[in-house]
């Protein structure tokens, strides 16, 4: 459906590996694949990236694929009984002792953890569905009361809200699997456990320009910094999961819509994930709540929203996409929803690439029905300055490389092709017009809104705005 402005990101997994099982995701409407490197070998990640990039070749099209890197995990050890309860007012002690744990004690073999503890700090266990407050602690030991209890087993997740914990957001793990992934060609690296700007440029170091780099926005500690962190990231994630284990979680909604703003701002892509038709794991239709999820995600003008596990391990995984589809389809017939895109609208900077993309929203405007706006971009930024207007038309980006086309397929309304390069508007602009005829964006008579920037060898400058009618 490539009048869908917003994308759609399917997890692969067990339920969806395997070329068959990707072209009917991509035929529900997957815009984009996520290989989750906390699950799966390496055989499995790069025989699913073989047969996307096949069925793009096949389908002449492009699809963005982004490797999800794990990142630190904090957890408890193991207990001797495999499980134990917890109760409200008891003590718990957790330490750095490698015996099997207690009804009383558990292993905590992470340092890092006890170097940033203050007394009263609360630390979650379980997903945040055990709440212990710190009593007294020393370098490898920290005595607690367990003020939320509840079932606690082997080597459960620990979180540590309102802290920087001093740890790199990349283990070695993480190091292998990004090698690997950029060895393949993913298309994007996306970063988990992100606390601070460095985290981002660590990253950028090991990443050059072999993939954009996307930032998970998961813990406290990140907001502090999210400007910064914004500018340094190619894209964002809103990892809701995370997120509202570390805040209150009825802060979460308001954190979704001050990250797309400014995602939005930046002209960054932006995707809203986690839980969003959590239910469709095991049932063939979403509650009430999620659609009203993805929706609220839609109108707020995310680029992306993105199924998890209900399409790595789910049992209707291409129902959950179609269902998603007919939501982001019903979002953008709604009269609101273009009122929404001009109402959260961002105010153009002084600059001619800004301007330029100003007119081009009010070009929409008094023009009648054009069909589509047409970049040529040899890096992309143009068309992510066009995506950032929310333009309510499709975006036909043209771009010289296979890279830079299958790197945009996450941005809002974007769609692209791959066109040799090009010297001046005179070429550009014929091109164009047998570009949008092709992929079945314009007919003749239509009017397409071109933008480019001269010179075209100068990356992020654009500063042409032309209208051309179809032949």
């Known amino acids: 459906m490539r009048t869908a402005f917003t994308k759609i990101v399917a997890t692969l997994g067990p339920a969806t590996s395997g070329k068959d099982k990707i072209k009917a995701l991509a035929l529900a409407g997957v815009n984009v694949f996520r290989m989750n490197f906390s699950h799966g070998d390496y055989q499995t990640h790069a025989d699913n990236l073989t047969a996307i990039r096949e069925l793009a070749r096949e389908n002449g099209t492009h699809y963005s694929i982004f490797a999800d890197l794990q990142g630190p995990k904090l957890r408890v050890g193991t207990f001797k009984a495999g499980k134990i309860q917890l109760k409200e007012g008891q003590a718990f002690r957790m330490d750095m002792s490698d015996v099997p744990g ?7 073999m992470h340092p890092e953890i006890f170097a940033v503890l203050h007394p009263g700090m609360l630390l979650l266990l379980n997903d945040g569905q055990i709440q212990l407050r710190v009593n007294d602690f020393g370098s490898d030991f920290v005595n607690t009361t367990v003020i939320v209890g509840g079932p606690l087993s082997d080597h459960k997740g620990v979180n540590v809200p309102d802290v920087t914990l001093p740890i790199s957001a990349l283990t070695e793990k993480d190091k292998r699997d990004l090698a690997f992934a950029l060895e393949i060609g993913a298309d994007w690296i996306c970063l988990s456990f992100v606390q601070q700007p460095e985290d981002v440029l660590a990253a950028r170091k090991l990443i050059g320009d072999k993939a954009g780099v996307i930032v998970k926005i ?11 962190i914004i500018e340094l ?29 400014q995602c939005r701002r930046a002209g960054k892509p932006v995707i809203v994930a986690t839980q969003m038709l ?5 049932a063939p239709v979403p509650t009430r709540a999620e659609v009203s999820d993805v929706a609220t995600a839609v109108y707020e003008g995310a680029d992306a929203v993105m199924l998890s596990a209900e399409t790595a391990v789910g049992a209707y995984p291409v129902q959950a996409v179609l269902m998603m589809k007919r939501i982001i389809t019903k979002v953008q017939k709604d009269p609101y929803f273009a009122q929404a895109m001009e109402r959260y609208s961002m105010p153009p900077d002084k600059t001619i690439a800004s301007a330029i993309t100003s007119s081009m929203v009010q070009m929409i405007k008094v023009l009648e029905h054009p069909a589509c706006v047409v970049t ?3 890096s992309g930024k143009t068309t992510l300055r066009a995506a950032r207007e929310r333009p309510m038309i499709p975006i036909l980006s043209m771009t010289t490389t296979e890279q830079v086309a299958n790197r945009l397929a996450l941005a809002w309304g974007v769609y692209s092709v791959v066109v040799p390069e090009l010297k001046d ?7 164009a017009i047998q570009s949008a005829k092709d ?33």
């Open 376 to 378: 040529y971009s040899v």
């Open 425 to 431: 508007m005179v070429e550009v602009t014929p091109i």
């Open 439 to 471: 992929v079945h964006l314009a007919k003749p008579g239509d009017e397409l809104i071109i933008t480019a920037g001269i010179p075209f060898a100068k990356k992020g400058n654009t500063n042409i705005l032309h209208v051309a009618t179809v032949k």
């Open 102 to 108: 207690d009804e009383t004690r558990v292993a905590l």
């Open 218 to 228: 998961e813990k406290p500690a990140a907001l502090a910094h999210l400007d910064e």
């Open 233 to 261: 990231a190619d894209g964002v994630m809103v990892a809701r999961g995370d997120l509202g284990v570390e805040c209150p979680i009825e802060s979460v909604p308001a954190l979704q819509r001050r990250i797309v703003e």
């Open 278 to 282: 959590e239910s469709m794991i095991s």
